[in-house]
């Protein structure tokens, strides 16, 4: 048995997730609503095709073949890598039945059209059938696959692999112990900035121009890629050479978009970036969902947020919107920068946001281990964002129905946003060091020096190393939350005119 002849099967499955990826795609951007039904039984076929394949027993003779110790040591790193995810995605999936997973996917179609109209009509009721039947396949494929000590563990392995619930809650604990006591000293001593020029009516075509420019900027390639318009903002990788960008236009909100394209835009330099020689490869993705996160906040915020990117892109900015010719740029930077619970986590400044992640943290869990039921979402989610926020819920949609995950069935995925900012804060604390006045680079308009930064450290790899030993190749330390402490502290005293409760 040859290496080549696996990476030819592999290839062969990654064709059908590729054309899953673009059915998918496609019913978030283009597709007519009356279509939805078929193209959801099509794209149940397309998961079980790959699925079937990822299970069979020609994968089952390759997993055994070359995890043979004396093959095993005659593999390259990327080809035993490569057979490790394998190995690991067939040990964890070929306990569910082919069907099961068939209709599962076919229900998580159905449930993410189901969650578009319930999100319009802000009726959560439309949308709670959709969601049981999806955490009840949830809760089943757990079983089938067995656990140790939380049921959440399976999930969470999906997207951060070797993170656990444990490791979660030490993480949370540390972080809130800091950032709670910020964010009360920051409302009750800091001068908030001045956003009343933020409000206005934004041209939307002038906006579909203003994320162009700006993915231009960052040095997104067009010829391997796209920007179209959906209800929930995504990137995703089609195959090599295609990786898509999707953001949302308010009229009455220009820095919405703004944000979103640069957070989407960060996704897909990384997917870009990733090694030719991984093509079709189990490697050619990203390490984790939290390290990919970590790239989209980084431009998002590290970059997008700053007052260096703003000293070289305002006149841009103004030149698009004649209402900002008379704003000063530090005015603007400080308005971008308001730290303040709200209600939509996408729309959550760098302070808050990881509250909004360790609330959905809380309510998945308890929901997967059976503490409570799809039903009491909505109250649930409404006492919670009280008591992390203070902030009253209007409706569901506001609330429970914000986020697209749950109807896709993408249970684990919450806490890759949070273990992103960590992950961003420590990597652009690296680069920092590396990049001769970095700062002075992005204020120049040299955003291309962070990126080659990024693709020689991080991008290129694809997923050939664990999250946890990238940060320690990247950095030279394990993950450590102080790194985002450092950051934010830093940078909104200074906007908020404080002084830190530890450094008075």
Known sequence: ????????????????????????WD???????????????????????????????RMAAFVEYFNRPAVDRQLSEVDRRNVELETKQYRKISAIPPDKYEKFTVACSKGEYAWQEAKAKSDFAMFRPYLEEIVA????????????????????????????????????????????????????????????????????????????????????????????????????????GDVRVTTHYYEDNVASALFSTMHEGGHALYEQGISEEYRWMP???????????????????????????????????????????????????????????????????????????????????????????????????NAKMKEYLGVEVPDDAHGVLQDVHWSGGLFGYFPSYMLGNLYAAQFFATARQEIPDLDGQIAAGHLDMLREWQRSKIHQYGALYDPKDLVVRVTGKPLDYHYFMSEVKEKYSRIYGIVPSESK
Not at 8 to 24: F, M
Not at 174 to 182: I, M
Not at 208 to 221: F, N, R, V
Request: contains cysteine; hydrophobic residues 35%; negative net charge.
């Open 1 to 24: 048995m040859d290496i080549r002849e696996f990476y030819d099967y592999c290839k062969e499955i990654a064709s059908y997730t590729s054309a899953a990826a673009l059915v998918e």
């Open 27 to 57: 019913m978030r951007t283009k597709m007519p609503p009356k279509a939805a039904p078929d193209r959801s039984m099509v794209a149940g076929k397309l998961g079980r095709t790959a699925f079937e394949m990822s299970t069979s027993p």
């Open 137 to 240: 396949y949830q809760k089943e494929f757990i079983e089938y696959c067995g656990y140790e000590k939380n049921r959440y563990d399976v999930l969470l392995d999906d997207y951060e692999p070797s993170v656990t619930t444990e490791d979660l809650r030490v993480i949370i604990d540390g972080l809130k112990s800091e950032l709670v006591p910020f964010i009360r000293q920051l409302q009750e001593e800091g001068k908030r900035p001045d956003t009343s020029f933020l409000k206005g009516t934004f041209d939307k075509a002038t906006q579909e121009q203003l994320s162009l420019d700006i993915l231009k900027a960052m040095t997104y390639d067009f010829g391997a890629g796209r920007i179209d318009e959906t209800a929930h903002p995504f990137t995703t990788g089609i195959g090599f």
């Open 283 to 381: 490697i050619h993705k990203g390490a984790s969902m939290g390290i990919h996160e970590s790239q989209s906040r980084t431009w998002e915020n590290l970059v997008g947020r700053s007052e260096a990117f703003w000293k070289y892109y305002y006149p841009r900015f103004q030149s698009r919107f004649a209402q900002f010719e008379g704003v000063p740029v530090e005015d603007f930077y400080r308005a971008i920068n308001v730290a303040e619970p709200s209600l939509i986590r996408t729309e959550a400044d760098e302070v808050t946001y990881n509250l909004h992640v360790m609330l959905r943290f809380e309510i998945e869990e308890a929901l997967i281990n059976g503490k409570v039921e799809v039903a009491d979402l909505p109250d649930l989610w």
